[in-house]
């Protein structure tokens, strides 16, 4: 047996035929790329000195001040995450990691099937959803969902073109960048083109994909308690901040990437899930409570707009997702 026939059997030891005449994968094989994917992905933030974080050893306590925690300073041997040099070096480590479990699906198509070297490039291309898409109405579910947000950023004054919109001091840095641009679309293509795509090889209903691709999604981002456990000096408060605070974002990254994962499997691209991470990044997590506490006298107004962006949300999600010969979602 050829090395080719054997990674061939080793990836389809059934010989069963998935979606678009491709083979399927095992589940077991589906579920160990998801988690190398996720590995590669974090890994790939502390392979490097230039990555890696690093953090003074005479810090403990130093994030109280008057009994009150708070993030204390910066010292001159520390590398924190968001230097600049940090970012850049972060930046270009997860597109390497991207375009590495790109090559790898890429790879797994062309093991599991014997076209030529195009239409093995087309396959890649479909799986990962890297097409334009055949609306924009996808675009703008997330922004429906986030109608009383939007509403007490207007009453903010910093929608754009109002007075305290300042777009360079938010987008054109290299904070900008991570936060705004290249973190979404690099996650995204990890997390949600490549972990999909050897699930749906492997015949794993949408609904199983939705629910179940989101977990590594989550808990890749649970080595952020590190960081907040030293930025905030290395006490038993720190410590609860960073679990309470890694906790509270798996929560959060784990229910966006049900709603991702919906709109790359319903339109078979990527853009859709982008754009809702890049949006969500861009007006951070909701706090209705702050925003009545600081405008009394429109409480009811902005309560009305939660509870129309959420009924909004409902109606436009299965309706405006609804994309004709998505190889993913099969039609009603």
Known sequence: MSL???????????????????????????HILALSFAAIYVGSLYVSNHTRLSFATDVDGKGVSAGVLQERERKANERWRDDPDVIRARLIAVSMASLTCCTVVEAIIATS????????????RKYLGFTLGSSLLPHLI???LFLGPLYATYLQQTLPFQKFWFPKQKFLN???????????????????????????????????????????????????????????????QAALKAVLGSTFQLIYTTLFGFHAAYLFLRTGSLLPAFSAHAFCNIMGFPEVAYEIRTWPHRKYLIILLYLLGIAGYVYTLPRWTETPGSIFWPAA
């Open 113 to 124: 099937t014997n076209g030529t070297l195009l239409e093995v490039m087309n396959h890649t």
């Open 4 to 30: 080719l026939d054997y990674t061939k059997a080793l990836l389809n030891p059934t010989g069963l035929t998935g979606p678009s005449g491709l083979p399927l994968l095992p589940i077991s094989i589906a």
């Open 174 to 236: 290299l904070i900008g960048l991570r936060t705004y641009t290249l973190g979404p679309l690099t996650e995204e293509i990890v997390f949600r083109a490549c972990v999909l795509a050897p699930y749906h090889l492997a015949g794993c209903s949408p609904t199983k994909m939705v629910f179940l691709t989101p977990l590594s999604f989550g808990l890749a981002h649970a080595h952020h308690a590190w960081d907040t456990y030293n930025r905030y000096g290395r006490t038993r």
């Open 142 to 144: 997330t922004p429906i």
